[in-house]
């Protein structure tokens, strides 16, 4: 009797040894050096991760994994995703992380300026998204930002991000616009942020270039803008790739505001938000016209004959670049 009592208290020691061994471990930090992603696929179960764990050599034995997962209740909870562990994570925070489906985010910009068509591009071109596109989008509807998704996200959904997102954008900035614009609706704030978007890509110099345009709308001259023009000849399915000639000017469109008085019928392509705050807050100038200055700005005048002036001192930088 003396020596079963002996064996049961050793055992019972054994037991409590190990328990506390196994606590201890799960609670420490796991031997990672540096960050490492690991994949958690659909449909998996706990099986599967504590094999991913073993073979990462993050745990010794996917036993450990199976065991943790149970007595914490996470054996069930699992998510499918891409998540990132960190050096000093321990194997519970590893459950709870991947329980709490904290995935990894990866992060796809759409630029300013560029079309609808070529942004649809970069959707469909992003090898961590998936789907077919078949959403459309109008010109003008995308709002250029950097949008965050986890990988297998679908492209619709990014398009759909990206258009509602424009939508509030849009609205937002129209009902706070200055009084008086010579805008009728969102959508013609929208155009005219399009032309100043294309027209500088300096952040100082859009609310003069919104000026000109501004102006030149309440005198009812016409826009004049050479983007409008590009966009008349390539419906903004490809870059032009030469620069416009004199009988580029005269095309038939109503994009060519050489031609057609008042804004033209579309956006010609995705503004941001600081071109939509311009179009809708132009600062107050007396400028009727603007003209490159060969260095990446413009030479803004409020007279033909001062804009002819800055004109030939564009033409003398270029000349003297060459």
């Not at 079963?4 to 196994?22: E, Q, R």
């Not at 562990?85 to 300013?112: C, Q, W």
């Not at 600081?274 to 060969?294: C, I, M, N, Q």
Request: proline share 5%.
């Amino acid at each position: 009797m003396k020596k079963f009592l002996i064996l049961f208290f050793l055992g019972v020691l054994s037991i409590s040894a190990v328990s506390c061994w196994f606590v201890n471990n799960i609670h420490k930090p796991l031997p990672l050096s540096s960050s490492l992603v690991v994949n958690v696929a659909a449909g998996s179960g706990i099986r599967s991760l504590a094999a991913v764990l073993k073979e990462k050599e993050i745990v010794c034995h996917p036993l450990i994994v199976r065991l943790s997962a149970k007595i914490y209740g996470y054996d069930t909870s699992l998510k499918a995703g891409e998540y990132r562990l960190e050096p000093g994570m321990s194997l519970v925070d590893v459950l709870e992380k991947i329980s709490a489906g904290k995935v990894v985010l990866h992060r796809l910009t759409l630029p300013e300026g560029l079309t609808s068509r070529q942004m649809l591009q970069l959707v469909a071109e992003n090898p961590l998204l998936s789907g077919d596109i078949s959403e459309t989008a109008a010109e003008g509807e995308l709002l250029p930002e950097t949008y965050t998704f986890h990988k297998g996200a679908s492209r619709n959904q990014i398009i759909k991000n990206a258009k509602a997102a424009m939508q509030k954008a849009l609205q937002n900035i129209w009902q706070n616009r200055a009084e008086g614009l010579p805008l009728d609706s969102p959508q013609e704030l929208l155009v005219l942020a399009s032309i100043i978007e294309k027209e500088t890509a300096i952040g100082s110099e859009r609310g003069k270039v919104a000026s000109v345009f501004i102006n030149r709308l309440n005198k009812n001259m016409l826009l004049q803008t050479d983007p409008t023009v590009i966009y008349a000849l390539t419906q903004g399915t490809k870059e032009l790739g030469r620069t416009l000639k004199r009988k580029d000017l005269s095309v038939d469109s109503p994009y060519n505001t050489y031609k057609y008085s008042g804004l033209p019928p579309t956006p010609i392509c995705n503004p941001g938000i600081k071109a939509l705050e311009a179009a809708a807050h132009p600062e107050d100038t007396p400028y009727l016209y603007f003209v490159a200055d060969g260095t990446g700005g413009h030479n803004f005048a409020r007279s033909l004959n001062e804009h002819n002036k800055n004109v030939q001192k564009w033409l003398k930088t270029n000349r003297q670049k060459k």
